[in-house]
């Protein structure tokens, strides 16, 4: 897993953990805030933007602000992802 900027905190161990709960490998996720900075100010966002993506499947979700955590496990459960 990798994250870049800072800009929000990412519970990686549990996020690990979550991924494995679901069946998914962690190591075939990836991370990245605010991949867009200038996007985001373009678009007046107040919180910052998070990329999940799946190698394994090219699946890319972007989530907006604090509740960024319970989206992605909502996303994984509903195979937003693909299967694991």
């Known amino acids: 897993m990798t994250a870049s900027t800072p800009s929000l905190p990412l519970p990686l ?4 953990e979550t991924l ?7 190591g075939d996720f990836e991370f990245e805030q605010d991949p867009e900075p200038d996007l985001s ?5 107040q919180d910052s933007l998070l990329l999940v993506r799946r190698r394994s ?4 979700r972007f989530y ?12 994984l459960a509903t195979g937003e992802f693909g299967r694991a």
């Not at 161990?13 to 690990?16: I, N, T």
């Open 13 to 16: 161990p549990l996020l690990g």
């Open 57 to 60: 499947t090219g699946a890319v």
């Open 41 to 45: 100010a373009a678009l007046g966002l």
């Open 20 to 26: 494995a709960a679901h069946g998914f490998d962690a």
């Open 64 to 75: 907006l602000g604090a509740s960024w955590y319970s989206a992605v496990v909502s996303d």
